[in-house]
């Protein structure tokens, strides 16, 4: 479970009219960073599809802790804060990390697999599970007991 992140280049579109990162980029970045870990470990939008399966957020909470500017650039890592055994639940953080060791961003994730035929919560396969349990662990990390919180 080696530490996982993604180099971010900020760009002029990212910027609003006070010359920090507008509000919403964190929360792209922040699935960029996460759709990374999932292509680079097999779980790709096809193998999406062949499983019939998807990820499905029930909340996505911005913590902005130092401004990111035009110009700057930014690490933004992935890891697991809380699941359930099997990983049909799951909660994940990301860092926002300057190269000076600044800590400017969390985002907080909770979410959970859909079935996308039946449009439907399930379970999720083998291979995702091997995959999320390859996942960073937060020093926070906790097993959660579904229906408990």
Do not use: C
């Amino acid at each position: 479970m080696q530490k996982f992140s993604i180099p971010i280049q900020i760009r002029w579109s990212d910027i609003d009219q006070n010359r920090h990162l507008r509000h919403s980029v964190y929360y792209d970045y922040g699935a960029m960073a996460r759709i990374e870990f999932l292509n680079s470990h097999g779980l790709t939008s096809q193998k999406f599809e062949e499983i019939h399966m998807g990820p499905i957020l029930f909340r996505e909470e911005a913590l902005f802790k130092r401004e990111i500017k035009f110009g700057d650039s930014v690490a933004v890592d992935v890891e697991l804060v809380k699941a359930s055994a099997d990983f049909s639940r799951w909660s994940m953080r990301h860092n926002f990390i300057k190269p000076d060791g600044t800590l400017s961003a969390i985002i907080n994730i909770d979410g959970a697999w859909i079935n996308i035929i039946e449009r439907k919560l399930a379970k999720p396969t083998e291979f995702i599970q091997q995959i999320f349990n390859d996942l960073p662990r937060a020093s926070d990390f906790s097993v959660v007991e579904l229906g408990k919180k």
